[in-house]
């Protein structure tokens, strides 16, 4: 389902933190799903805290720069080795 011709597109701030060095990261393929799956009617604006180290700072610029309809940061739960190796036992 795409926008009515002519209507404005909505906006949307992506953002994954950083969760490993620049040497591992991966592609943050969370959100570039969900930027795939909106982009009929939302442009969206993607940044990566593996590769862009003051990502914080890059999503306040670009707060600040336009306005976004939604702003979503994803979120990385694990259990450090130390923890889990103890849980395997």
């Not at 591992?24 to 982009?39: Q, T």
């Amino acid at each position: 389902m795409s926008a009515p011709q002519g209507a404005a597109r909505g906006r949307v701030l992506l953002i994954n933190p950083r969760i490993t060095s620049r040497r591992h990261a991966r592609f943050p393929l969370s959100i570039m799903s969900l930027a795939a799956a909106l982009e009929s009617r939302y442009d969206a604006t993607l940044i990566d805290g593996n590769l862009d180290h003051d990502a914080a700072r890059s999503a306040c610029d670009a707060m600040k720069k336009e306005r976004f309809d939604a702003v979503g940061v994803t979120v990385t739960t694990f259990r450090p080795p130390s923890t889990c190796s103890n849980a395997c036992d």
